[in-house]
């Protein structure tokens, strides 16, 4: 189910690291999730619409400046 998603979280413990080896990101506590999705999110979110933007800009202003 972890390689099924499109992110894999895992919290390591006790029981081993063998799902904390095929995930993209692995926690030693829970706590530590709640930055992980609001802090890391938010940038992600972020970087995806200055992305976003800088492509649409370059989209519209190419048949003005191309003669």
Do not use: N
Request: glycine share 6%; net charge positive.
């Amino acid at each position: 189910m972890i390689q099924a998603a499109h992110i894999g979280v895992s919290i390591s413990g006790v029981e081993g690291l063998q799902a904390a080896h095929s995930t993209d990101v692995a926690t030693s506590l829970f706590h530590y999730l709640k930055k992980l999705l609001l802090i890391h999110g938010t940038w992600s979110y972020q970087r995806l619409f200055k992305l976003i933007l800088c492509l649409s800009s370059c989209v519209c202003l190419c048949p003005v400046t191309d003669h």
